[in-house]
């Protein structure tokens, strides 16, 4: 079996390097890794963070709802950037180089324009055939990249000098006869075609598929969306509000997003729809100065926002444990989670992991804890409902995580001087009226949950 590897327009060698690159994909099978592990590594980079945001911004652009491209660090590469397709499963990727490019970091247009020009091989299917072509016929697909990419850069009110800024800081060679990819005039030529191909929208896209549940509160929304979420949504909204997603849930055939401005995130970023949890994602952000601000996993897919805060990166810990050793107290109990705890931790979610039994396990420590918790599972919401009042005649004061994992009702409360009163209310997805009432008079919306009836919102108010 052969992949197909499709080499980028930004290659900063050129004969030697577009051998490699073409020949590999006549003698090698790897994946995605193995890619990253055959290709030599070299200079220039761009932004993973900022590339995402580029291919939410072009699928918003376009109105895609079904046309997935999945972007991949891989340093390994010697371009800035490569499209990739796996033929057997179709997967469509962008393979990144992080180390490169780094002038385009701070003109998001131009870093755009590299981002839509990978992009454009894929939707143009520059892809199969390809691998016989004559080096005229691939500068034609260049060509054709660069117009369609410019095309998506005018969409989204970029500039023809976005496009010309991006390509002159790459190496052309001056006479383009023995290399696949064009010089520099004919690159530019290309790109004052296509950004008259779609000429700008005179107004912002109009793209809105949710219902917003609290119109008439100011810094929080609680959006009801009556497709599938997708990346392009939460960027389109984030940047309408200036809101941080908080927890994403499913309920009645419908996705939930509960939104809130926080003027102490400084950036943050979204992983949506993923199949698998990405530990080494989450390893990249927290060593970058990230937390998790929610992990979830609805109908199989995963969903992380990573937010960055001006007060600095706050204590966190994640961990993957079997139920049975959570629940049996084991030593690997004892290590993961309660020695956490006794340090002033808390649980701030579970999540059913795989079939094997798994929970994954997020703990913060942001409250001011008197190190007095204790948790427990139970069967139905009876059981749990009878556990809470009785931690609450013992002085537990807060019912921080209250969550259904696998039919099962958890709760962990706390001992806090940070809650002044707390409750928890039942919605069953058209009236919020008792949460507004709550939130007028200084509640906060701490977590959300659901179970076979009811969509759940536990509610706080603060002494600060």
Not at 217 to 243: A, H, M, Q, R
Request: proline share 3%; charged share 20%; glycine share 4%.
């Amino acid at each position: 079996m052969k992949k197909h590897l499709l080499s980028i327009t930004f290659l900063l060698s050129y004969l030697t390097s577009v051998a490699q690159l073409w020949s590999l994909k006549a003698e090698y099978d790897p994946d995605i890794e193995d890619i990253c592990i055959k290709l030599n590594s070299n200079q220039w980079a761009m932004t993973y963070d900022q590339s995402k945001r580029n291919l939410a911004d072009i699928y918003e652009s376009l109105n895609f709802k079904d046309y997935n491209v999945e972007i991949i660090e891989c340093n390994k590469i010697k371009s800035s950037a490569i499209a990739y397709l796996e033929p057997v499963t179709k997967k469509r990727y962008i393979l990144i180089n992080t180390s490169a490019l780094q002038n385009l970091d701070n003109r998001y247009f131009s870093h755009m324009f590299v981002i839509a020009h990978e992009f454009a091989h894929h939707k143009l299917n520059h892809f199969g055939s390809n691998l016989r072509l004559t080096l005229e016929a691939k500068r034609e697909l260049e060509l054709d990249a660069d117009k369609y990419a410019a095309s998506i850069v005018a969409q989204n009110r970029g500039t023809l000098a976005d496009c010309i800024y991006a390509l002159n800081e790459m190496k052309h060679p001056s006479v383009d006869t023995y290399y696949d990819h064009p010089s520099l005039d004919k690159r530019i030529a290309a790109v004052k075609t296509g950004v008259g191909i779609i000429p700008p929208p005179t107004s912002p896209v109009n793209y809105k598929n949710y219902t917003n549940l609290f119109p008439d509160i100011n810094n929080l929304s609680l959006l009801s969306y009556t497709s599938e979420v997708n990346p392009w949504d939460i960027t389109e909204y984030s940047k309408s509000s200036g809101f941080v997603p908080r927890t994403i849930s499913y309920y009645k055939n419908k996705y939930w997003i509960y939104w809130k401005k926080d003027d102490n995130v400084t950036n943050y970023q979204v992983f949506w729809n993923y199949n698998n949890y990405e530990s080494s994602t989450i390893k990249k952000y927290f060593d970058l100065g990230y937390n998790v601000n929610f992990i979830e996993k609805v109908n199989n897919k995963w969903f992380v926002v990573f937010c960055k805060f001006s007060t600095g990166q706050y204590p966190q810990s994640l961990c993957v444990l079997n139920k049975s050793d959570f629940v049996n107290k084991t030593t690997a109990y004892k290590t993961n989670v309660e020695e956490y705890l006794n340090k002033g931790y808390v649980i701030k979610n579970i999540i059913p992991y795989n079939i094997s039994g798994d929970l994954l396990f997020i703990l913060d420590k942001k409250l001011n804890e008197e190190n007095k918790w204790t948790w427990a599972f139970r069967d139905d919401y009876n059981g749990i409902t009878n556990w809470i009042k009785d931690q609450s005649n013992d002085g537990y004061n807060y019912l921080y995580t209250y969550k259904v994992v696998n039919s099962q009702f958890f709760g962990f409360m706390t001992k806090t001087k940070s809650i002044n009163h707390w409750t928890v209310v039942p919605f069953m997805g058209s009236d919020v009226s008792i949460i507004t009432d709550l939130i007028t008079k200084g509640y906060q919306i701490g977590n959300l949950t659901m179970d076979n009836t009811n969509f759940w919102f536990t509610m706080a108010r603060f002494t600060y």
